[in-house]
């Protein structure tokens, strides 16, 4: 490398250089020859293809990972001043901590623009942008607006749908709710409320407070301002009690002048003690029938509550019925489930998305936003896969893997599922097909369940740390060198790499739900998956034909996804599930 090379400031960060523009300006008397990209000892020209081109410029495909600390451009150019033209070389210095202080764009590229003598050179510099991170770019919480009176069960439900400690929306003293503050929780940041209380008779300050705010957010030109839904919780009159105040059905006669697109669903809180009364009226009666009571429940609800609320707000109004308690979480569920279609269909996909990530009560809504987020880019076209041509192994399930557990969405305050422990846990195994078979006589639920049991008895003694093996780093190491390739063997490592991955995250779901997330309780996780199915996806995927060809269709996807569908726990299973495993001792100070 010769002398006037500049030095670049060490990092670990690994540059991808995808395009180069050189910029003449018009009043320069100097004309552009050629160029040469200096990195070490190699070098890359840079000539211009046409006579015409104006600019000359170069893209490179695949790009041109940079890891050195030499690097630096070289115009060439011939300067017209005078008789004769003189040949002239003018340097260019790509310091790296100049190039990293650019902002990433939503398409993960950085642009570094310098300019020195009349000539302007700007670089491209590309890097895999996790799909998740662009999406919280657009939208990085959840907007969500509450409406209900004092004592109705907000916080309940709240607490109970994103899993958190306490989030302190207005359940105590009328009036003291102020519906611009943020509700947030340190322990969940993909959420945050707005408190409304209901709209009382008399009260009209609050009914317009609510609809200038609704306005106002209606305005905002940013999606991560507006309020993406809006939950309007009433609780479940008793006998011939009245449903809705004054207020409330001004309201919902104007919600589609207020609210406009905003998905409103009409919540009927306390369930459960609706229920309760019922049964309590039912054994008094002597006349207790358990079809009849089924029939009984349905029919009152229908009198006390969708009638009046359809008579109000017409026949179109969403609605769902819930209770706060662990034993109806089921209802919750659903209400997530009626949120984030909505929220798909009329405001935006990237809101329903951080919805997804946001909610801690559906396990099947975070398989499928764990799907939808691959498709839109890293798991689409795997075989040919032109979003990664250039990068490391380690750059390609890095960026798959964020995009993974950005979805579920754990209380993982020291980021123990980021670490590359974790990584070397998932990677240890990754090309063993012969790993001891599982045997799966029930669903992957249940022998998931079985396998934590196993585990869980053999810790019942002196609190042992779990012993996983791994090969202290030598696998990520590795990886941060291989270039990926189109092969069969780079394909099914991704392939099997997403599957494991998806697989412990579903198995961490059941253990712990709301937190925090530890090397222990990851451990426990791995291993049970190892008991409960690791083998069987891993010989699928080894006995899989898949095709490295450019046309080939998409068969590795289909193929992630089919697996994914095969061991996956269902909804419905979850608390069952989490009753025969009983409490974990989550060890948050155990080490890797």
Not at 165 to 176: F, P
Not at 402 to 427: C, G, M, P, R, Y
């Amino acid at each position: 490398m010769s002398g006037n090379t500049p030095t670049v400031v060490a990092s670990s960060a690994t540059l991808y250089i995808s395009n180069i523009v050189i910029l003449l300006d018009d009043t320069s008397k100097k004309k552009v020859d050629f160029a040469e990209l200096n990195i070490d000892s190699q070098r890359q020209e840079i000539r211009y293809i046409s006579d015409q081109d104006r600019h000359l410029s170069k893209k490179f495909d695949p790009v041109i990972p940079v890891t050195t600390e030499q690097v630096s451009l070289s115009v060439h150019c011939y300067h017209t001043t005078g008789l004769f033209p003189r040949k002239i070389a003018v340097n260019f210095p790509l310091n790296r901590k100049d190039i990293l202080a650019n902002i990433v764009d939503h398409d993960g590229q950085r642009v570094y623009k310098v300019i020195r003598r009349k000539l302007t050179v700007v670089i491209t510099i590309r890097q895999l942008q996790s799909t998740s991170s662009s999406i919280l770019e657009i939208c990085p919480r959840f907007r969500l607006l509450v409406i209900g009176k004092t004592g109705v069960g907000k916080s309940s439900l709240i607490q109970q749908a994103f899993k958190i400690k306490e989030v302190k929306v207005d359940e105590n003293k009328r009036g003291e709710a102020d519906i611009n503050e943020e509700f947030t929780a340190p322990e969940n940041e993909r959420f945050v409320v707005h408190d409304s209380q209901g709209f009382e008779a008399g009260d009209s300050m609050i009914f317009k407070t609510a609809k200038d705010f609704i306005a106002r957010r209606r305005n905002e030109p940013e999606l991560q301002d507006k309020i993406h839904a809006v939950w309007l919780c009433l609780s479940i009159p008793h006998a011939n009690g009245r449903l809705l105040e004054n207020g409330v059905e001004e309201f919902l006669k104007s919600r589609q002048e207020i609210l406009g697109d905003i998905p409103i669903i009409a919540v009927f809180t306390k369930h459960d003690v609706f229920v309760s009364e019922l049964e309590l009226e039912a054994a008094d009666s002597d006349q207790y029938d358990e079809a009849a009571f089924e029939q009984l429940k349905v029919d009152e609800l229908d009198r006390l509550c969708i009638r009046p609320l359809k008579e109000v707000a017409g026949s179109d109004i969403l609605h769902i019925t819930v209770s706060a308690k662990q034993e109806h979480e089921s209802t919750i569920r659903r209400l997530v489930d009626l949120t984030t279609t909505n929220v798909e269909t009329f405001v935006a996909s990237e809101a329903a998305l951080v919805m997804m990530m946001a909610q801690r009560v559906d396990i099947g809504s975070k398989i499928k936003a764990s799907i939808a987020i691959g498709e839109k880019r890293y798991w689409r076209g795997l075989a040919s896969s032109m979003n990664f041509a250039g990068f490391t192994m380690l750059d390609c399930l890095s960026v798959i893997h964020k995009d993974i557990i950005d979805v579920w969405n754990f209380n993982d305050t020291k980021s123990h599922l980021a670490s590359d422990q974790f990584k070397e846990l998932i990677l240890k195994d990754i090309d063993n097909a012969a790993l001891p078979r599982a045997a799966q006589a029930f669903g992957f639920g249940l022998t998931v369940v079985a396998a934590i049991a196993s585990i869980l008895t053999v810790l019942a003694g002196p609190a042992l740390p779990i012993v996983v093996p791994i090969a202290a780093g030598a696998v990520l190491a590795k990886l941060a060198y291989d270039t990926y390739q189109q092969k069969t063997i780079v394909l099914r490592r991704i392939m099997t790499y997403i599957v494991d991955l998806t697989c412990i995250m579903q198995i961490l779901f059941l253990l712990a739900p709301t937190g925090p997330i530890s090397p222990h309780i990851i451990k426990i996780a791995i291993r049970a998956y190892e008991g409960a199915g690791k083998s069987n996806v891993h010989l699928a995927i080894q006995s899989h034909h898949v095709s490295v060809n450019r046309n080939g269709g998409d068969h590795a996807l289909d193929e992630i996804v089919r697996l994914i569908n095969d061991y996956t726990i269902k909804a419905e299973e979850v608390q069952d599930l989490r009753t025969r495993i009983g409490p974990v001792d989550l060890r948050a100070d155990e080490e890797w």
